[in-house]
């Protein structure tokens, strides 16, 4: 049997009145983390769109959030490295909605490379599907951004920039240029309205994770390393990445948020 994800209701925690009617972006949102911003965004009454390889589970999510009773979710089926594929997905979304003013850079795969497997084409794949698209995503969405006096971008870095994880290169070094893509990005688009700011997650609790890389090793290491004894599940985030894109923090940008349970 699949491991199973733990998750807390939605209506014990925070609403937000500004997000009701906003229409947000979010990429890899067919599962994991990304499926949780999905629900999480439309549960608050936006309108949200977004894109994953995953076509079957993205319209199955698509379909799930709407029987809840949220506003169906835009998805469309796009690779993140295939950049115009990306900016024409994220024009189409607007298309559809309206323009977007909440963009969630969330696609990543940290599929596990040793040093010595790495070649040119793995680390330029690395850097496409874990950073690139960040920067690409949110100069499509700053024009709409910009005319409609500003918006939020929200950037996924990780942890693993800062602890000591092996056998992640590409991973760990493009998680750590979306710190500072977050930064840049902040500074450039800022005097726009525009609020660039970054998540970092500590081990979060995704089926994925639980099924491929939750050991009894992993388990021991959460439980050293962490201040909180629980475990990090995508809900946790998402909470996060709500107040992001609410004018709740309007005046807060080029920060790294963390949620670890107090790992770092």
């Known amino acids: 049997m699949p491991a199973q994800v733990a998750s807390t209701p939605r209506d014990q925690f925070?609403?937000?009145p500004s997000l009701a009617g906003r229409v947000a972006f979010v990429s890899g949102g067919a599962s994991g983390l990304g499926a949780e911003f999905v629900h999480q965004l439309a549960a608050q009454g936006a309108r949200v769109a977004f894109v994953d390889l995953d076509a079957a589970s993205g319209e199955q999510l698509s379909a799930a959030v709407a029987e809840e009773?949220?506003?169906q979710?835009?998805?469309?089926?796009?690779?993140?490295?295939?950049?115009?594929?990306?900016?024409?997905a994220i024009t189409a979304a607007a298309a559809a909605l309206g323009p977007i003013t909440v963009l969630v850079n969330n696609a990543a795969n940290d599929k596990r490379d040793r040093v010595a497997d790495v070649d040119v084409a793995l680390w330029d794949d690395r850097m496409a599907v874990n950073v690139r698209h960040h920067f690409f995503a949110a100069q499509a969405v700053w024009p709409m951004m910009r005319e409609q006096g500003g918006g939020s971008i929200i950037n996924l870095g990780s942890i693993s920039a800062h602890i000591d994880l092996m056998d992640l290169p590409g991973y760990i070094t493009s998680k750590a240029g979306v710190e500072g893509l977050t930064r840049t990005l902040a500074r450039e688009l800022g005097p726009d309205g525009i609020r660039v700011n970054c998540i970092i997650p500590g081990w979060v609790m995704t089926k994925r994770q639980l099924d491929e890389w939750i050991t009894?090793?992993?388990?021991?290491?959460?439980?050293?390393?962490?201040c909180l004894p629980q475990k990090l599940y995508p809900d946790d985030v998402a909470r996060l990445m709500l107040w992001l894109a609410a004018d709740d923090s309007r005046s807060c940008t080029a920060?790294?948020?963390i949620v670890d349970g107090g790992w770092m």
């Open 255 to 257: 920060q790294k948020w």
């Open 14 to 16: 925070a609403s937000y």
């Open 73 to 88: 979710p835009w998805f469309e089926r796009c690779d993140v490295r295939d950049i115009p594929d990306l900016q024409g």
């Open 216 to 226: 009894p090793e992993a388990e021991a290491s959460i439980a050293r390393n962490q």
């Open 69 to 71: 009773g949220g506003p």
